[in-house]
């Protein structure tokens, strides 16, 4: 009976571990994050009159309409909504960067083969 009570202490110390691992990881929280904030984004924002407003401007103002829009929205009082596309972008861009840098060392070594 002893050994059963001390496999079952010793399965638990590592299903502990690995849950604070999960936890632990920058990656986790990033997704967590992004998953959260496209749900509220698409809750806030109508996605199709977004996408038809995008493309009925020229390809040459594409910038100016994005910043336009990000500036009118912090005028009209969404700043929830321009808080979230601002902290999202950030996440995305630094959730792509770190998977560039663990994929990139591969591609050189896929290269030389």
């Excluded at 924002?45 to 990000?70: C, E, R, T």
């Excluded at 009118?72 to 009082?77: E, P, Q, R, S, Y």
């Excluded at 596309?85 to 030389?112: C, D, E, F, N, T």
Aim: no cysteine; proline share 3%; net charge positive.
């Amino acid at each position: 009976m002893e050994t059963q009570s001390l496999q079952s202490s010793i399965m638990r110390r590592v299903y502990y571990s690995y849950v604070v691992s999960i936890f632990s990881h920058s990656m986790f929280w990033q997704g967590l994050f992004l998953s959260v904030a496209t749900l509220l984004l698409a809750k806030w924002l109508h996605v199709a009159s977004i996408m038809d407003n995008f493309l009925s401007v020229p390809v040459g103002g594409a910038p100016q309409y994005v910043y336009n829009s990000f500036v009118g929205a912090l005028t009209n009082g969404e700043f929830l909504t321009a808080l979230t596309l601002v902290l999202a972008s950030g996440v995305a861009i630094s959730a792509g960067y770190k998977l560039m840098q663990g994929i990139a060392p591969r591609m050189q070594m896929l290269s030389r083969i």
